[in-house]
């Protein structure tokens, strides 16, 4: 089942994020649970973000958060995503195209021009899986660890 975060999801929501914050880019770079529940508590009931659930049997197996937000040189709206996650025993499965039509229909409801989705993992296949959906691979991310 797919739907939107509360406020209450938080803690569960943090459990993801902390699962998750291995597989990234961002793995060397601790993980502060306070800071990122601080970080929800203030972005969720915000109308510019969304947070979409994946639940099966009242534990969260899927999540994608994302942001709206105009062009620094156009007043037209885009959509990027924050973070998107699925327990590796879900991949593979209806549970990511599920979330990332949550994503686009949120992101349509909101007048995006143009919907993102970002790969930070090294993760060939997040890429493949993104343009089987009709994305298309636009330039490269390029990350350098300075001072870790």
Known sequence: MIRAATLEDIPKITDLAEEMHPEGDYKNVPFCREMYENFLSIALPQDQYCLFLCEKDGEIIGAIMGSVFCYLF???IQAAD??????????????APKLVGA????????????TRLDVSTGD???????ER?????????YSKDTNL
């Open 124 to 130: 060939t296949k997040a890429g493949a899986f993104y």
């Open 103 to 114: 994503y686009e229909q949120w992101a349509a409801t909101k007048g995006a021009v143009k």
């Open 74 to 76: 156009s007043p037209l």
């Open 133 to 141: 959906l009709g994305y298309t691979c636009v330039g490269g991310k």
């Open 82 to 95: 924050m973070g998107f996650f699925v327990k590796k025993e879900h991949r593979g499965s209806l549970v």
